[in-house]
């Protein structure tokens, strides 16, 4: 055989067979991936409260989500144009503790099922009192910045990954790490107050790749009322402890031990509630006072979450979906499809792969219980009729068919004007992160962030970072971007951006960039 | 027609001639009524966007959906998973048809399915029914259509089925009260059950190549010239015309051309972050020529003109997280390009050690840090492995724990109690970009090390090498070393610095650790090192069913009572086949663990869950165990892994590919490929399968029921030995076909069920349903000589659901399922006669029945028919049910409940299986306990071995929400 004569050949015979596909073990793209994700008017869209509890100023976003109910809101606008004022960049990239779903439910033909423990894919930031902090999964420090330049004002080594971002009270950051402990740090120079051990003993093991405690700290920590709140555990049967410690000191109030599920995923806290997510599994709701269990709810798991007054939204499930489990209740009233929700008194903002869209929520709840109520007119109707078809009453079954097809006219016309709540619509290529300050949504993309104002939904601006935008929070007029490459960008308003100087040559992080006025 | 939005313009009109076939042009005059008509041609297509050709809303292709020109017509090709063209998912944004329809196809279905969709807006939710399908029920094409006449939808099939694989037209029609389907231009079926309007849901995706709705998916797995969507019904004569003027045009069926495979591979390996090797080989000399797609615009092609049966590229600039498609281009006969089949690469798996960024040494050049640079080499070399973890008990500035970074894979962990040196030694390696990714440290005192146990590859101390003081306690340290090669290496090498210490003080600091047999050297200084052995009574899982017995029991005698979690991480559930189709189990020796993926090898450390090394082969996978055999086995130095017809030995530390055994072929027979892997001694045994037999598992079988696709069993035509470490031919055995799931190799004696069914024999597939299960013998070979020992006449043929052997204690049981429960027969197994050089005859021997049992099962699901039994000493365990191995009889049907759908595993005291999540039954104190919120898989996913229970994950592709998805590994408190 003549061998370049055959790679001629081969040559020749050469067609397309395919292409790449890019994988996001977050948000893959499949059944529900990469299209327009859109409210389903046939359920029930159960929005029935306010605003998520515990306010903050527009000067900080103290904790993961802005607030004890992750509720991605701040209060104070950040106009945009914005121009980023600084980056800073880690060696290395978050090192996340899982890596991804499987890929594919074969059995229930379910495909590209999306990453129910994600939480750790960026370095997401808390900001107060001008310093940004954040922990990192890679080189298991907690970072504090300035918040205007970037430069970094200390560093703290804990023992382990830490993969939740800190929480900021009264001059303190509180944050727990893969090592076991809780650690709670004086924010103005990062020194040691105290550090607890929720976890039975100290002792350390491989896991996730690195030599941890079997009791991980995977819940961020909650500060509330002079409690510090915290959950330790993978493995049920090793022990999974959920603890209440003081604020102040770190002694311990209550502790229980599960031995059903374990904690992983930013806690949430109601005035009496305390809600902590569970890796691939649901949430469980616990009394605050004295951590009892009152439920584990019902649904697909997923570690999102945010409460909106007290119902508790999370996902997303096995197939991008968020479901809503009303306040006292274990089972979800609604689900529907999406990424993320940003909930305020009028309006409720829904956050697809495609689409970003407002909801009349008052309009859209007195459809929902109109609409709860013929479906459950629906349901009897459909038992009287299966008791009068055992009977063999033909008259009966004739009324009861009769009956069914106007409740089911009835049903499709609710669902139509439930639709007809979606005040606007507005295409959106940034589905991985949203979130609202003053009146303006901020969505987070593939390599750029956006902008949409409440009104129209209509993109104001958008800009580019450097990788995928996983992480957002807005904080003294500033907005400030974690990507999945490991980088915080810092974007403010051009008149107020501050001229940020290099770095120096530190031990980890670097200043790469600054934009001057 | 419903006025949801006007038609859209017609696009791309200009090309009509280019995208018609001239065939279409007469049915153009009969286009009235058309609402939307999608050509698939490249003259439509622009990205991923198909414009309609008249009429309709632009689609999108999603998934994996391509267009083709190879063949007739163009097509799209649609995968069957979740590909699709989407038309919209808001049915106001469509013109859609509204007192009659007609939707017209030309369609290639490759593989039927209950629920399959060529065109479709519709929800069909209980009793919530709306708009209309155009698809198919198993294979049956099929019109639904939900009118305001009915409010509920008819499934209308056609009444013959339809031939997959092959170009059909078909057209489904509705007037307002006859709802019609036509195939190949003839009526195929008809209903007046719909009446009015055409009822359509407020809102339902519209889409083509799928049949979705709200919460249903399922693709089609096929090929769709094009559709037509009519605000009219069609009458059957026209219908018959499109179909004639159409028909020649689409061809005829053809024997699909074989597909280039390998001889072995190919192998993709990670070699350097970004870069990666893609290696096959041949089993003759040809050119290499390898493409490779990483990125819609990037199409790389890789070409060596040099005629070489080992072929080998290397790759840069792989981008992350990405799915790359590639094939191989071989030579046929003729010396015709030859292409293989498209393989992905899936570059999420990558588990190299994360590399530090380049920077300066924070070390300066000094004695000190050139003694510790020599002592780090000398001791990853003496290590003779630089993977795993490295422990370093007290550190002066950290300048060792630096150089085994460095100079290694190890991950190091540092524990020093003075925390001023603690901070010091953090600063210097997070300046030099190691902290965190490559080394730790951590405070804390030296008494009682706060490490669970077994976890260091290497231990070894800092402060020894400055100042030649020994950790406190050798115990802690032995206690925390890895068994099977875990090195402690207490060093102060000449120009450390250190003060000379004392050779006896080394002695007695091993010795009072347990550390017996630890070599001193004295040099300028003294060094010590001990290499931990195997755990004493710990046992291997070498083989699907522990070992070559098929007894299931590792015989390890350390798993047993509380068991706690040694070690977790990858692989999680990503690169895992799904839980269901009854996977080969991993399996485990020297230390090792070895777990094959869907189409991805891992070797782990077995103590510490360090990924060894992982290879990418997509030809490597097997399923339906219950009916088959494992492809792969393990000794104390390799991974052997069959795949097509080749045997290929990987070294189990590296991952190197080092040997590759071909299947001895006969004359000029067919090749075969290489079924049952066995390792005994310093022999493989194998089975030659005609090609093709194995079972796959790739599109959500569960082969839990009775069907005829679920329970046939593979079997071999031949069984052979060689020499496991180069190959040689040691004897070849021919006689009847035999069934592998019952090769049994024990006391030298290699056992089976072979039939002399010449059907059986004759048959083109390996796979066999009845045949197998008439005619049979129970054969021993001899295992040095392939030298029959004896068989007897056996009949196992109620075994309808499975059939196994096992052995133990002189006994060969044989155990089958039906649907009448479990049948068991047991026989004693004849001593070996001392001489084997008699010439090969057949040894006809008594019935040797011990006993036999019969009893229902537990349950008709979840494995319920096809547990595979257990044998403990003197037991038989099998499906709820324990028996005397000797005697039959039955001494318990406590067994524990099993609610999951694996079987079961044992050590010499503990049973481990799933129940609702990993499960224990200790045999000792009859307790059962569980490990909840994770579970396995459904066959064999917990194995006891090396004195720990191995738990890779398997649950894979379970939607539940169980809480934890990750390997894990369990040891005895």
Not at chain 1, 432 to 455: C, E, N, Q
């Amino acid at each position: 055989m003549e061998s370049q004569m055959f790679l001629e050949r081969a040559r020749r015979e050469a067609t397309v067979f395919g292409v790449s596909a890019k994988v996001d073990r977050r948000h893959p793209p499949g059944r529900w991936g990469r299209r327009g994700r859109r409210l389903t008017p046939g359920l029930a869209f159960g929005l029935a409260c306010g605003l998520g509890v515990g306010a903050v100023t527009a000067a900080d976003w103290p904790t993961y989500g802005g607030d004890d109910a992750r509720s991605g809101v701040s209060p104070g606008t950040i106009a945009p144009p914005l121009s980023q004022a600084w980056q800073w960049r880690s060696p290395h990239r978050p090192r996340p503790a899982w890596g991804g779903e499987a890929k594919a439910d074969l059995y229930n033909k379910v495909y590209d099922m999306p990453h129910r423990q994600d939480f750790d894919y960026a370095f997401h930031v808390v900001a107060a009192e001008g310093a940004v902090l954040f922990g990192s999964s890679a080189d298991d420090k907690v970072y504090c910045l300035d918040a205007a330049t970037g430069e970094e004002r200390w560093s703290f080594f804990t023992e382990g990954p830490v993969r939740l971002a800190p929480t900021l009270k009264g001059g303190r950051a509180y944050v727990g790490s893969d090592d076991g402990y809780v650690y709670c740090l004086r924010l103005a120079d990062g020194g040691l107050v105290w550090k607890h051990r929720p976890g039975p003993r100290e002792t350390r093991i491989p896991g996730n790749g690195r030599v941890i405690s079997p009791w991980p700290v995977r819940t961020g920590v909650i500060v509330r009322d002079g409690l510090a709140y915290c959950g330790a555990g993978m493995f049920p049967s090793e022990g999974v402890y959920l603890c209440a410690l003081d604020a102040r000191t770190g002694a311990e109030r209550w502790k229980v031990v599960n031995n059903d599920l374990p904690a992983q995923g930013y806690l949430l806290a109601s005035d009496t509630r305390l809600y902590v997510p569970s890796g691939r599994n649901n949430p469980v709701v616990y009394d605050r006072a004295d951590g009892s269990r009152i439920r584990v709810v019902e649904g697909a798991g997923g570690t999102y979450a945010l409460l909106t007054g007290g119902e508790l939204v999370f996902g997303p499930g096995k197939a991008g979906q968020l479901g809503v489990v009303p306040d006292g209740e274990s089972d979800q009233l609604a689900t529907f499809a999406g990424n993320h929700m940003i909930v305020t008194p009028a309006r409720s903002f829904l956050h697809a792969d495609n689409e970003l869209s407002a909801l009349d929520r008052a309009r859209y709840l007195e459809l929902a219980r109109e609409r709860k109520t013929v479906l459950a007119r629906r349901d009897a109707l459909r038992k009287q009729l299966q008791q009068v078809e055992r009977a063999g009453d033909a008259a009966a079954r004739t009324r009861l068919r009769g009956e069914l097809t106007e409740v089911g006219g009835a049903i499709d016309r609710l669902s139509r004007e439930m639709e007809g709540c979606v005040l606007w619509r507005q295409p959106c290529r940034h589905p991985l992160s949203l979130i609202l300050a003053g009146d303006v949504l901020y969505a987070g993309g593939v390599k750029s962030v956006a902008a949409h104002g409440t009104d129209t939904g209509e993109k104001v601006w958008e800009a580019p970072v450097d990788a995928e935008a996983l992480g957002l929070a807005a904080a003294g007029g500033r907005l400030f971007v974690s990507t999945d490459s490991g980088v915080i960008h810092c974007f403010a308003p051009p008149a107020t951006a501050s001229v940020g100087r290099p770095a120096a040559d530190s031990a980890a992080g670097f200043l790469l960039t600054t934009t001057s006025r | 027609m419903i006025a949801m939005k006007r038609p859209s313009t017609l696009l791309f009109s200009g090309w009509l001639a280019l995208s018609a076939p001239s065939g279409l042009l007469p049915a153009q005059a009969a286009d009235t009524g058309l609402l939307g008509w999608w050509l698939c041609a490249p003259n439509h297509l622009r990205g991923s966007t198909l414009n309609a050709f008249r009429g309709g809303l632009a689609g999108q292709l999603e998934g994996g959906v391509h267009l083709r020109t190879d063949d007739g017509p163009a097509f799209l090709e649609f995968d069957g998973r979740r590909s699709c063209l989407r038309l919209t998912d808001r049915l106001e944004d469509a013109t859609l048809p509204d007192r009659a329809l007609s939707v017209e196809t030309w369609v290639v279905v490759a593989k039927p399915q209950a629920w399959g969709g060529i065109i479709g807006a519709l929800q069909d939710n209980g009793d919530f029914e709306r708009g209309w399908l155009l698809g198919y029920v198993n294979n049956n094409f099929a019109i639904a259509l939900a009118s305001e006449g009915r409010g509920r939808m008819t499934y209308l099939e056609s009444r013959e089925p339809f031939s997959p694989g092959v170009w059909h037209h078909v057209v489904g029609t509705y007037d307002g009260g006859w709802l019609r389907l036509y195939v190949d231009g003839e009526p195929a079926a008809e209903s007046r059950e719909q009446s009015g309007k055409i009822l359509y849901p407020p809102q339902a995706p519209y889409v083509i190549g799928a049949y979705q709705d709200e919460n249903e998916f399922y693709g089609l797995e096929g090929r769709i010239h094009e559709v037509r969507v009519f605000s009219r019904a069609l009458a059957a004569g026209e219908i018959q015309e499109r179909y004639t003027a159409m028909r020649e045009r689409f061809p005829q069926p053809r024997p699909p051309r074989p597909e280039f495979r390998a001889l072995t591979g190919p192998f993709v390996d990670w070699v350097a972050p970004g870069a990666i090797e893609v290696s096959w080989t041949t089993s003759g000399p040809m050119p290499s020529v390898l493409e490779f797609i990483d990125a819609p615009d990037r199409r790389r092609r890789f070409e060596d003109a040099t005629p070489r049966t080992q072929h080998r590229f290397e790759l840069d600039e792989i981008p992350r997280d990405t799915i790359c498609q590639y094939r191989l281009m071989g030579v046929d006969a003729s010396g015709a390009p030859w292409a293989s089949r498209p393989y992905h690469f899936d570059s999420t798996f990558n588990y190299l050690v994360p590399e530090a960024p380049e920077r300066p040494s924070p070390y300066a050049d000094t004695d000190w840090s050139r003694a510790c640079a020599a002592a780090a080499r000398e001791m990853i070399g003496r290590l003779g492995s630089d993977q795993g973890y490295a422990l370093v008990l007290g550190a002066e500035d950290g300048c060792l724990a630096y150089e085994l970074a460095k100079q290694s894979r190890l991950s190091v962990v540092v524990l020093e109690p003075d925390e001023a040196r603690v901070a010091a030694i953090r600063r210097s390696l997070d300046r030099a970009g190691f902290y965190g990714v490559r080394v730790a440290v951590q405070r804390g005192g030296l008494e009682t090390l706060p490490y669970g146990k077994y976890f260091a590859n290497l231990l070894v101390s800092e402060r020894v090498l400055r100042t030649g003081a020994l950790p406190p306690s050798a115990t802690e340290a032995f206690r925390c070393l890895r068994p099977n090669g875990g090195l402690v290496v207490m060093a102060q090498p000449a120009g450390s610095g250190a003060p000379a210490g004392s050779a006896g003080a080394l002695r007695d600091w091993f010795a009072a650790g347990g550390m017996e047999g630890a070599q001193i050297e004295v040099r300028n200084a003294p060094w010590g090192a001990y290499r931990r052995p195997a755990l004493e009574g710990a046992g291997d899982w070498s083989h699907l069913y522990g070992a070559t017995d098929n007894s299931a029991c590792s015989k390890d005698d350390l798993v047993q009572g509380e068991m706690g979690v040694l070690w977790w991480g990858e692989p999680g559930p990503r690169p895992m086949p799904d839980r269901g189709p009854r996977n080969p189990s991993s399996v485990s020796a020297n230390g090792r663990l070895f777990v094959q993926g869907d189409r991805v090898l891992f070797g782990i450390d077995a103590y510490n869950g360090s990924i060894l090394w992982s290879t990418q082969a997509p030809e490597v996978r097997r399923a339906n165990m219950p009916r088959d055999c494992s492809n792969m086995a393990a000794s104390s130095d390799y991974l052997y892994v069959a795949s097509g017809g080749t045997l290929t030995g990987i070294n189990g530390q590296t991952g190197e590919r080092e040997l590759q055994f071909e299947v001895p072929r006969e004359g000029e027979e067919p090749a075969h490929d290489w079924g049952y892997v066995g390792v005994v001694g310093d022999s493989v045994v194998g089975s030659a399968v005609k090609q093709g037999s194995a079972y796959i598992g790739d599109d959500g079988e569960w082969y839990d029921g009775a069907g005829v696709d679920e329970v046939s069993v593979v079997t071999s035509d031949r069984l052979f030995s060689l020499d496991r470490h180069n190959g040689a031919r040691e004897w070849v055995y021919e006689g009847g076909t035999v069934i592998n799931s019952t090769i049994t190799v024990a006391d030298g004696q290699v056992f089976f069920v072979e039939s002399r069914n010449a059907e059986a024999r004759e048959a083109a597939s390996g796979r066999l349903h009845r045949e197998p299960f008439t005619e049979q013998a129970l054969v021993a070979l001899d295992l040095k000589s392939g030298r029959k020992l004896w068989e007897q006449s056996v009949d196992f043929g109620s075994a309808e659901r499975m059939l196994y052997l096992a052995y133990g204690n002189g006994t060969l049981t044989a155990v089958g399922g039906a649907k009448d429960g479990y049948h068991i027969w047991a026989y004693d197994v004849p001593e070996v006669p001392a001489s084997t050089d008699t010439p090969d005859t057949r040894v006809l021997i008594g019935d040797t029945k011990l006993w036999e049992q019969h009893y229902p099962p537990a349950r008709d699901h979840h494995g319920g028919f096809i547990q595979h039994p257990l044998i403990v000493g003197d037991t038989l365990y099998s499906e709820r049910r324990a028996f005397d191995l000797r005697t039959g009889r039955q001494t318990r049907d406590d067994l524990p409940d099993r609610r999951g759908c694996g079987t079961m595993a044992a050590s010499s005291h503990s049973f481990f299986y799933r129940h609702h999540f990993h499960g224990q039954w200790d045999l000792d104190t009859n307790e059962r306990k569980q490990f909840e919120g994770i579970r396995g898989g459904c066959w064999l996913s917990l194995i006891p071995s090396g004195g720990l229970v191995l738990a890779p994950e398997t649950s894979a592709g379970c939607s539940c929400t169980h809480a934890i998805q990750t390997s894990v590994a369990y040891a005895p408190r």
